[in-house]
């Protein structure tokens, strides 16, 4: 029997609803209200290809303690949450640098 694999990125961040505050930071996230902004960063990277990234993350601490690394893409305007695994609530945060390469998993067909 021959198997065919599809590859399909680990980590692929996925759309969520935003309420922004005057300043607009997230204020609400997933109906759920932000308590603390943790960190934030900028990544520009990638400019010379037909679609560049332009991103502004942060690590928000909502309602119930959840931590959540979200993103608003600067290009089109969208928000979307990026999780690279569970984080338990109430364990310190690690300032990780941003990998220029992508993990793939194989996944039957």
Do not use: C
């Not at 029997?1 to 680990?10: D, G, K, L, W, Y």
């Not at 209200?33 to 993350?57: F, G, H, M, N, T």
């Not at 990026?82 to 109430?90: C, E, L």
């Amino acid at each position: 029997m021959i198997e065919s694999f599809v590859r399909r990125p680990v980590n692929e961040p996925h759309g969520i609803i935003v309420i922004t505050n005057a300043a607009g930071e997230p204020a609400s996230v997933q109906q759920r209200q932000v308590v603390a902004i943790q960190d934030r960063w900028r990544i520009d990277d990638e400019w010379w290809r037909e679609r560049p990234i332009s991103r502004l993350y942060h690590v928000l601490l909502v309602e119930g303690g959840l931590r959540l690394t979200v993103y608003l893409d600067l290009l089109s305007g969208e928000w979307f949450e990026q999780s690279a695994g569970k984080v338990r609530p109430g364990k310190p945060l690690e300032r990780r640098q941003a990998s220029r390469t992508r993990a793939w998993v194989a996944k039957r067909v």
